[in-house]
């Protein structure tokens, strides 16, 4: 399969501001992004990809008619669009509305104004999305791998899910909460959980301590995906729960790689 590359890219700029577009737009020329299309509003932007697609849009939070988080939620409904990778680029402080972004399935945040090695970062966070590639496991068929993905949020678990997939897995079964997904476990057989940390009913921790302590899946490996920092030290208590590794909101394809490899492709 092509592997696209930065030059391959068309991208779909959303910024209300002449001056800001112009200087983004120079900024993505710069990257060697060689097609930039410009519009102002969220339904400028629904338009331009119904009528055009886009391999990435990048947009600013505050529109005229709506957010970019409008958008977001426009492109991963659309089944036709989903795989699109959306960039956030704001001056935007509020943990509660960033998070929103995270919880959508956002590809990367860029802060405004940003630096290119910011620019570079999300470009390339973006064409590991797009640039799909099965993984070799030592101990598993990849196809075979059965996972469960646990997130209160159904856009978040679609996220995961075509990361996941795009990596060629392809076995799923899906929960809103630890609660659910704990009747999945008792039912059905898993060789990997996907789980959000702040969930209703029984967010992350509960769900890992039942999973560790529960002699039928306490060799389940655990990633618990947060939109809170993995550094900070509440994360740090959380691993004390068994999970096996941590990773942050936007669920990027090569940090969940090197965690499949590792969990799942040796039997250290």
């Known amino acids: 399969m092509h592997q696209l590359s930065i030059s391959d890219l068309h991208i779909l700029l ?12 120079s900024i993505l020329l710069a990257e060697d992004v060689q097609t930039v299309d ?7 932007a629904k338009a ?7 391999d990435m849009v990048v947009s ?3 529109l005229a008619d709506g957010s970019g988080l409008d958008i977001l939620k426009f492109i ?3 089944e036709a669009h989903a795989s699109i990778p959306f960039m956030l680029v704001s001056s935007e402080n509020s943990i509660s509305k960033i998070d929103e972004f ?16 910011h620019l570079s970062r999300g470009l390339n966070a973006s064409l590991q999305l797009l640039n799909t590639e099965e993984i070799d496991l030592d101990l598993f068929d990849v196809q075979d791998v059965r996972v469960l993905i646990v997130d209160d949020s159904r856009l978040a678990r679609n996220h995961i899910r075509r990361v996941l997939e795009g990596m060629g897995l392809s076995k799923f079964m899906e929960a809103e ?21 702040n969930m209703p009913e029984m967010d992350g921790r509960e769900l890992s301590e039942f999973i560790r302590f529960n002699p ?37 394809s090569d940090e969940v790689k090197s965690m499949l490899v590792r969990l799942l492709g040796s039997g250290s």
Not at 38 to 44: A, D, I, L, S
Not at 103 to 117: D, R
Not at 221 to 246: C, D, F, K, W, Y
């Open 177 to 197: 909460n630890g609660a659910l997904a704990l009747t999945l476990l008792k039912d059905n057989e898993f060789d990997l959980v996907v789980t959000d940390y």
């Open 48 to 54: 331009s990809i119904e009528a055009h697609g886009a």
């Open 14 to 25: 959303v910024e209300p501001s002449d001056t800001q577009s112009k200087i983004i737009k």
């Open 216 to 252: 039928a899946t306490t060799h389940i490996p655990i990633i618990m995906v947060t939109s809170e920092s993995s550094s900070s030290a509440h994360m740090a208590n959380i691993q004390q729960t068994g999970v096996n590794a941590l990773c942050d909101k936007p669920f990027e």
């Open 38 to 44: 410009v519009v102002k509003t969220v339904e400028q």
């Open 102 to 117: 995270k919880q959508a399935g956002v590809a990367a945040i860029l802060p405004k104004p940003f630096e290119p090695i």
């Open 76 to 78: 991963k409904n659309d």
């Open 60 to 62: 600013t939070m505050y």
